[in-house]
């Protein structure tokens, strides 16, 4: 399952240069230096793939409470099928409701202070650009964070998030270095790509919850239970 959240990012890097190509494009990257041009895009990156690796650690953890419960089975067969039926959901209807609303506020303060960032050039600039970043709505984003919260673990949750910012830097690198070099034909042909791997990946995740037995793909026993010897030994 780790795969899919490289080849979410990979497939999701040709969506963020449309949505975050223009504040790549417009990082105060040093020219004249190539060494400190190098060091300052790793910065960029380091703050994206941080950021994303921390909200994998929130919903992993979301995701490790469930499986308390014993419901991990249940919860990979839920993200599944949610996935699914969000990419089922023709655009129209789902942009009618507009769930970002709550949220509209939080990513206006993002990109104030994302603005103010891009005007400077000191060490840190380039670390909290690309954090702030990493903050912003994105629908591949969402869909990899379905897949931390599949995990069921903390560090398998932020791992997978990880993976998912690692799979955007090299389409993204090449974006800032080239601009938007994509024709527009390329894009529309890989975007139509996406959602059916997200249908795929929808379809693994219930496959796995369905506990069928198959080595790796669907085990029998996904719950780890821990004994707790003591726990009754309450006098």
């Known amino acids: 399952m780790l795969i899919s959240a490289i080849i979410f990012g990979l497939l999701g890097s040709f969506h963020c240069v449309g949505m975050c190509g223009p504040i790549a494009f417009l990082l105060p990257l040093d020219r004249e230096n190539k060494t400190k041009r190098i060091l300052q895009l790793l910065s960029y990156h380091a703050g994206r793939i941080l950021t994303y690796s921390v909200l994998g650690l929130i919903f992993g953890a979301v995701g490790k409470s469930l499986n308390l419960f014993g419901l991990q089975q249940q919860l990979s067969i839920g993200i599944g099928v949610l996935m699914i039926v969000t ?4 655009t129209k209807l789902f942009n009618s409701y507009n769930f970002s609303k709550p949220i509209y506020r939080l990513v206006g303060k993002v990109k104030s202070k994302m603005g103010a960032n891009l005007k400077k ?27 931390a919260l599949a995990t069921g673990s903390y560090w ?9 910012g690692l799979g955007t830097v090299p389409l993204m690198t090449t974006a800032i270095y080239l601009g938007n070099f994509l024709t527009k034909t390329v894009k529309q042909r ?46």
């Open 121 to 147: 050039k000191k060490p840190s600039t380039f670390f909290t650009i690309g954090y702030l970043n990493g903050l912003l709505p994105c629908g591949l984003v969402y869909m990899a964070i379905f897949g």
């Open 190 to 235: 890989v975007l139509k790509l996406i959602p059916a791997f997200v249908v795929v990946v929808g379809l693994l995740f219930i496959i796995r919850g369905l506990g069928l037995g198959i080595p790796y793909l669907s085990p029998s026993n996904m719950v780890t239970v821990e004994q707790v010897d003591s726990q009754y030994n309450c006098h």
């Open 156 to 164: 398998e949750g932020s791992l997978y998030m990880a993976l998912f």
């Open 87 to 90: 990419i089922l959901i023709p």
